[in-house]
Every structure is written in C-alpha cells, then in structure tokens.
C-alpha cells in the first residue's frame, strides 16, 4: 500500500474533526526529495499544511516559527504529534511513513491527534 505523491497542492480532510463532519485544508504535498529538504524553511508562514513524503523525521534548523509535525504511518492514522520550536531536530519515528507539518497550533484545532484518521485529496 505504498503511496507515492508528486509535488503539488492538494487538500488534507481530517475525519470526524471536532466532533462532526469532516475538516478540509490547503496541502501542499512534498514528495521529491528537494522540495521534503525545502519544507517549510525560510518562510514565515504557511497557508494551510505540507505533507512530506515519504519522511518519518524532520528538523527546524533555519525555520523562522515554531511548528506543529504529525507523523502519519502508511494508512494516514497519526501515531504522533509535537509542536517543535525553531533548532530542534526530531527524532525518527519507527512506523512513520509521512509527515504533515503546519503552524504551531493548527493541527489541534483541525482536530489532527493521535489515532486520528486523515486523507489527502489531489496532488
């Protein structure tokens, strides 16, 4: 079940976010090896996530803010969650296949947990 993605745009549906229904936002989906090295770096903000793929770790060295990281195993399930402050470097996650990364905060109010249920739409 080995997902392979091409750079692009997209939107990430989390399942059942807030307690109804379905929450959709703007992806951006990383999925060469320059634009996952690129990642979320020298910006200063981001309009919705980035899922890096295939990636089961990442770092903030030169980020500009801190940010929220969810690594997603192969089913898109979430088996983690941390908001990392800019300098910081993760440490791999074992059953990770992807990551999705966005400004510190967000993902919780999308309702992105662990044990959460997530889709990529496009891309």
Known sequence: MGRRWRDGRGALVVEGAAGDGSVRVPLEIAGS??????????????????????ANSVHTFRM???IDVAYLD???VVIAVRTMRP???????LRA?????AEA????GWGVRVGAQVEVVGG
């Open 33 to 54: 090896y320059r634009a996952r090295t690129k990642g979320l770096l020298g910006r200063e903000a981001v309009d919705g996530a980035i899922l890096l793929s295939p």
């Open 64 to 66: 500009r803010m801190p």
């Open 74 to 76: 192969r089913r898109l």
């Open 87 to 93: 300098g910081r470097l993760g440490l791999p996650r």
């Open 97 to 101: 296949r992807h990551v999705l990364e």
């Open 105 to 108: 905060g967000a993902l919780a």
